[in-house]
């Protein structure tokens, strides 16, 4: 059982991510893997230093990190299984009643989708009965150029493990957050800092984490009588296995040197600009689909039950939010306290955490950038040189990338479908 803190009157459940060392400090239930350098010697080497456990990170010895190529993270993760899985057993059996696993990495690039897909396919071949809930970047695919040209195979990869192995996704889309830099915190330009703090927002604890996934977890650190686990968060969320991709809108947002656009908050104001489509933090046009579902999750210290009914009622009336007609037309709604840790500069913050089929235009730009690339055979020549391309005749074996592209069409598919109001007849015949 978790055990319960309360402090100024308010729950806190810390040990879900940390737990006590002997001095009494409080560590992260956290791992760090990269294969370079860089990054985390600036976490373990800066403000936070003494905060994380140093034996829960692991950075290659080579150094050299993936070169934005799938494979070569694939291969690392497959060279270096052993000593990832020996970190993570240790932190999963110091826990009381491990529930699941959280990952946090990008889709595009070596590392994080390489070594991070070989990552998800190990936990849960070893974990099955854990949930895995990842927060997955997803590169800019509206630009012309990209810094990583060989992004659509490392995305279409990615992609198919996100499908097989997790049990939730939660899709944050670097164009959607451009465009929410240019168009609601009014930054004309900016820079990749600048976008990254948007991610990085607000501090939990000494550490610097998303605001989506502050929010997101809010419900668990401070509980109230429902969605107090990761299950059912996902189980609210998730009405087809398959289709486990979740978007997400914040509103108030702001970053440092920024004001936000939102001057004064009330928790009608919240919900109604949750649903806004310029808040979604994904590109696709949530006016194309439906809604399967959606929770929104409330932060404030006084969040009246009756200004929740007027917001929702007010979502419907301006039809904001069109369901799918198999599934009940029912928008959630979680309230959760404030940090007590935390100066909040607003009264009530919100999370929007949908499951909506538009997203599954993301996915099929995914595919026809592949075709794009693959129909010219570009830049495969880095992959065949890694055991999962590798083949007797030198040529390689690129069938891994048809078939994650398969599997990336059929979860367009069965969204598609799900659009339907005879879907589970369909899906039964």
Sequence with gaps: MLNAF????????????????????????????DLEPRVVQG???????????????????????AGNNWACGYAAGEKFQEDLLDIIDREADGSDSLEGFVFCHSIAGGTGSGMGSHLLETINDKYPKRLIQTYSIFPDMTSEGSDVVVQPYNSILTLKRLTLCADAVVVIDNAALHGIMINKLKVPNPTLAETNSLVCNDIFACIQVSTVMSAATSTLRFPGPINNDMLSIVASLVAIPRCHFLVTSYTPLSIDRHASA???????????????????????????????????????QQVDLQEIYKGIRRIRERGLA???????????????????????????????????TSISGLFQRCIEQFDRLYSRRAFLENYRKEA????????????EMIHSKDVTQLLVDEYKRSEQDDYFDLWCA
């Design 6 to 33: 309360v402090i100024s009157g308010i729950e806190d459940r810390r040990d879900i991510f940390f737990y006590q060392a002997d001095d009494d400090h409080y560590i992260p239930r956290c791992v760090l893997f």
């Design 262 to 300: 939102v001057q004064k908050t009330s928790v009608v104001d919240v919900m109604r600009r949750l649903f806004q489509p310029l808040n979604i933090m994904v590109s696709e046009s949530m006016r194309d689909g439906l809604y399967i579902s959606a929770l929104n999750v409330l932060r404030g």
């Design 388 to 399: 999962p391309f590798a083949s007797a005749d030198g040529q390689g074996d690129f069938s």
């Design 322 to 356: 069109n369901f799918i007609k198999w599934n009940p037309a029912t928008i959630q709604v979680a309230v959760a306290k404030q940090s007590p840790f935390l100066s909040q500069s607003h009264k009530v913050h919100g999370l929007l955490l949908a499951n909506h």
């Design 43 to 65: 976490i373990t080497g800066g403000e936070y230093r003494n905060l994380f456990n140093p034996e829960n990170v692991f950075v290659s010895k080579t150094g050299g990190g």
